[in-house]
């Protein structure tokens, strides 16, 4: 009898190791997001609960085609601080991207912050309801599209195909802690991105003046150099040799590669630390 009591909790626990990351709270409960099916999405969007549809993909995703009623919050601007546009961390939250891998990162950052009912349903790619593009043009991907000679509908369905390509998203890992950075449009993050693709890229980075923490790079990259005032979050290229993540103002002619979304100074510093610190960099594409 004693093995059996003992069994039933395991196999509890066991049974929600499925539904997402948890954790467990002050009353011994256990708490996590929850992945659930596009039909049980639809399901409850049809409900008045004051719940929040999130679309946590860019912008030109997002105005190129996106769930009606749903906001946007893109998933590499959520960081350490409570997105401005979710006051409630007890309302309900539905989250969807393109394939569901960004809508994952985004479902388990929000849950660290915090938030208690957190649906997350995967992408707009398998989504068989309505969508509204930037115009508000309303479409069903269930109905017959419209016909190749309608005014504006070969450029839209260039916008959405243009949504719908893989982004590369620079990732940077210290001391068991993630960071998301959107990379910049020019030729040094493009050949940043080219190299990271190959394999991640592992850097012992040391403080310098106070306001950086500063690596040698194992290549060297084209450079894109311009005065930039940089702001806690910036991954800079200086020389075309060294990268610089800026935790502080600083004002230089130095190439910006990416920057760190929704990040402050304190929580930099609470990651990077005092002194040296090892950082892995990588790019994770989006699906």
């Not at 999130?54 to 601007?77: F, K, T």
């Not at 960071?179 to 910049?184: M, S």
């Amino acid at each position: 009898m004693k093995m059996i009591k003992i069994l039933i909790p395991v196999l509890l626990l066991v049974l929600l190791a499925g539904c997402g990351p948890q954790v467990m709270d002050g009353d011994g409960m256990i708490r996590h997001y929850v992945q659930i099916s596009q039909e049980e999405a639809r399901e409850m969007m049809a409900r008045d609960d004051g719940h929040v549809v999130v679309d946590v993909r860019r912008q030109d995703e997002y105005d190129a085609g996106h769930i009606p009623g749903a906001i946007l919050i893109p998933n590499e601007s959520i960081g350490g601080e409570r997105p401005a546009e979710l006051p409630d961390l007890n309302q309900i939250i539905l989250l969807y991207c393109r394939t569901g891998n960004r809508s994952k990162q985004a479902a388990e950052k929000l849950f660290n912050l915090g938030y208690t009912r957190i649906y997350e349903f995967g992408g707009i790619e398998e989504w068989t309801g309505e969508i509204v593009t930037e115009e508000t043009e309303v479409m069903s991907t269930e109905e017959q599209a419209p016909s190749s000679d309608a005014p504006g509908t070969e450029e839209d369905e260039e916008a959405m195909a243009a949504a719908m390509r893989s982004v590369p998203t620079l990732v940077i890992e210290a001391n068991g802690h993630i960071f998301y950075a959107d990379l910049e449009d020019n030729s040094s993050a493009e050949a940043f991105t080219e190299k990271l693709s190959r394999e991640p890229l592992e850097l012992e980075l040391h403080d310098y003046g106070n306001f950086e923490k500063v690596g040698d790079l194992p290549w060297e990259l084209p450079r894109n150099d311009e005065s930039i005032t940089t702001v806690p979050g910036d991954v800079i290229l200086y020389l075309g040799k060294e990268i610089t993540i800026y935790y502080d103002q600083n004002t230089w002619d130095f190439t910006r590669l990416a920057r760190i979304g929704n990040t402050s100074k304190e929580e930099l510093l609470s990651v990077f630390g005092d002194g040296n610190v090892t950082v892995r960099f990588w790019i994770e594409w989006s699906e």
